[in-house]
């Protein structure tokens, strides 16, 4: 026989014991008497009828079920009722003593004036069709039952046995189970289910089934990563399932059955009954198809991040390779400028100051040593890229073949016309592309390496295609069809079919009003009625943390939530966490993200302007000081190491810090001063004079005593030898 358990004894208690200790707001919320029911209350004879009385009302709302023969009522729940009532909560156990016709026709009176209802069989109907659009979303037994029990409350129908609940959540939730199977699994065909049944059978030439070569999951990122992924989700595709069944389930249920699908062996599956092994199949198909959809697209975001990457390392080990002999030209050229300086001021000949320095002959060969090192203004990482198109064109011929990408928005429509132009040329085995090719997604960068005069550069089109796409799924500019990650914003609302179909329908399976006129007066009603329980609570001085005097409402402010000894407590736990340079953890981020405008700032793009930008700076300071500066600290406190190298040869020691103090003056004080408190021994903190409007003056002087008190010390940089 069937069990119709749902819950567990302690998941059963929860809903049928009244809690010993409750909080104001709840004995607020559930056992507050309105006018009219005080009113009501105290039509009865006797104080212990008048508080019994109360209580069973207040039962019925929480937790729902009439006052039990001889129940123990917590004291709490007396207390508060006595209260509204004027009436010792010593006198309950005076109540129905020795006459349990009393509490029964309380109960019955009760229902009669406050229109709480029995469960009965047109109960049952009636939660079975409201539970339903519940139960197609989940199976969890104590979500259905929790869902009827709140439902009962509103709708006052009294709570019967627990055993009644639970077979009612489990009828509907087996109603809902048969639904989603076949919505799922309608239309199916006998072939279809053959299909079906195969991928439980192992595999021609192989040791695995076909259920378990789809669970396998992605390899290291490579191109035969990508042919492996795309294997699978072509099979799937092939089989020509309606697998578009499965929008019509709820996103909860979809998911348990392919999570059913993904972990039960091929044995187990194929022990279920037609209907649910079918239904979990087509689930488990659905599902992955999206998955290996979105890991295709993965596979190729981190191919494309790899090329650029590795484009970058080649652009940086031929400045550090060159560094050294860039730098031997710019300090003997800024002796031949001093020495034209000087030629000019002392009206020497030119040439014999230069011949001082450096031989002609040996002057000539530097200039040509420059041109070969010097790289056009706009020079970048991508001009290293076209040897590396090759590796691309292993995978993006099946990746172009194999989705169908659409846009949803107008700055997409070049891009979708120029990965649909190249589809049509590698099915076709043309090269060379036409004039009129769409180019408007070729941003700035990749212009010059795609529009030449000679005409489109097909190497460089391809590649500023695919790196757009990337860019584009990433914005949602561009989707895809069959993926979870990248599907269009539409999926994720009602076909407009059914819409249209339920708009129609008067039962609309929403839990408010469809009428907003209707749905205002109710909410208007339900504000009146707590607003009137609220003034009343108020007027008795019995609405907890809140008084009413000389006509002021005042509330009681909170207490402090944070215990003393916390801020000590926190200072120790972040002394346990290892010391990170916030440049570091720059650095690491900018590896993730490729985003290289720090702050706002735009960073140095080659080794010609890290040596403008220290250079220029110290230019600057020396005419303003008329000093040297001996430090350097860049505007975006981002370093590589041709830049601490290079700043190294120039004689200047880079210098950057390990306490963000302001985060540019935007901390407050307290924020200003919890920063300066994490400082250890050598740190240095960043902190910004130039805004007066901030706290750090104030959070500055607040921290320094503190820190003094402690035994630190403030020193001058030029005093130590920096590590």
Known sequence: MPTYDLLSPAQRAQFTEVPGEMSNRELTRYYTLSPEEIEVVNRRRGAANRLGFAVQLGYLRFP????????????????????????????????????????????AEIRRTFGYRSFTLREYRELSRWLSPIAMGTDKGIVLVESLIQEMRNRKIIIPAMYAVERLGWSVRRR???????QLTEDLTAEQCIQLDQLLTVRKGGKQTYLTWLRQPPGSVSNKSFHEIMDRRDYIRDLQLPLDNARQVHQNRLTQLARE???????HLARFNERRRYATLMAFLYHTYAALTDQGLE???KLIGR???????????????????????????????????????SEQDPYELLQSIITWEKFISTVEEAEQLARPADFDFLDLLNSRYHQLR???????????????????????????????????????????????????????????????????????????????????DLWVTGSRQYKDFDEYLLPLEMW????????????????????????SRKMEEELQKVGELIRKDQLPDVTLTNGKL?????????????????????????????TDLLVEVDGWTRFRSVYGIRGTANLEEVLDEILENHRKINAITGKQPEFFRSGTAHYDDVAVKAAGELGIQVVNYDILGDAGGTYNSYQVKQALLRSRAGSIALLHMNQPGSGTCAGVKEAIPILREQGYRFVKLGDYSLR
């Open 64 to 107: 729902g079920r009439p006052l039990s023969p001889q129940e123990k009522v917590p004291l709490p729940i007396l207390a508060h009722i006595g209260r509204q009532l004027g009436i010792s909560p010593a006198v309950m156990q005076d109540y129905a003593r020795g006459r349990d016709t009393t509490r029964r026709e309380h109960l």
């Open 176 to 182: 809902a189970e048969n639904r989603v199977y076949r």
């Open 261 to 267: 699908g993904s972990r039960y062996s091929a044995q």
């Open 299 to 301: 596979v190729h975001d």
């Open 307 to 345: 090329l650029f990457n590795r484009g970058e390392h080649t652009h940086k080990d031929q400045f550090q390779r060159d560094g050294k002999m860039i730098n031997e030209k710019v300090r003997l050229y800024a002796k031949v400028g001093k020495a034209l300086i000087s030629a000019r001021e």
């Open 394 to 476: 292993k995978y993006t011929p099946r990746l172009l073949n194999s989705y169908d990408f659409r846009a949803s928005a107008a700055p997409s429509a070049s891009l979708l016309e120029a990965l649909q132009l190249l589809k049509e040329m590698n099915v076709t085995g043309k090269r060379k592309l036409p004039d009129e090719a769409p180019a408007a997604f070729v941003k700035p960068r990749w212009e010059k390496h795609v529009l030449r005069e000679e005409g489109i550069d097909r190497h460089y089109y391809e590649m500023c295609a695919l790196s757009e796409l990337r860019n584009h799924l990433r914005s949602g």
């Open 500 to 523: 249209a179909k339920m708009k129609g329908d008067p039962s609309l399976p929403i839990a408010a009003p469809v009428d907003v006129d209707r749905y205002l007066e109710e909410r």
């Open 554 to 582: 005042r509330i009681t402010p909170l207490k402090k939530a944070v215990p003393d000894g916390v801020e000590d407590l926190t200072r120790r736990a972040y002394d346990l966490l290892p010391r990170i340079k916030l």
